[in-house]
C-alpha cells in the first residue's frame, strides 16, 4: 500500500496440493477472506481471493459506495456495473482499470495441453 497505492489489486490465491506436494493442507477459505480482509482495512481497494468458490471476494466493489461493480463467481460474471469511462454506475466514483461498455463472454474456458507436444 505504501508503495504502490490503494489501486494495485492484490490476488490470494488458494493453495491446492498435488503432484509432488500433497503432504501439504490445503488454504482454507477463511484464511484467505481474513487476509482480504485485512488488506481491504489497510486501504487497499481491489482485494480479491482466487482459486476458492467465493463470490463477494471475487467481485469487485466501488471504493466510494461500496456496491458491486462486477460480480464474479468463478468464470461467470453476474453483474456489470462499470460504465466504458471506468466510472461507477451507482456513483459517479472513478474506478481504476480499463473498461468496456459491456463485458466480454468469457466463461470456463480450459484448453486441453498435450505434454507431447513440448519438449523438455
Known sequence: MEHL???VPIHF???HPDYKMLDKPPTSPATLAM???IAMKN???YAYTGNV???EGGST???HCHEKLIGRDWYELSDWNVKADGVCRFCGAPCAGVF???????GPRRAPVLL?????
Open 100 to 106: 468496456e461498455a459491456q463485458p466480454g463472454h468469457w
Open 13 to 15: 490465491s488458494a493453495f
Open 61 to 63: 466493489y466501488c471504493h
Open 116 to 120: 507431447k507436444h513440448f519438449r523438455a
Open 53 to 55: 468458490q467465493d463470490e
Open 35 to 37: 487476509a482480504r480482509k
Open 5 to 7: 497505492g490503494p489501486d
Open 43 to 45: 486501504g487497499i481497494r
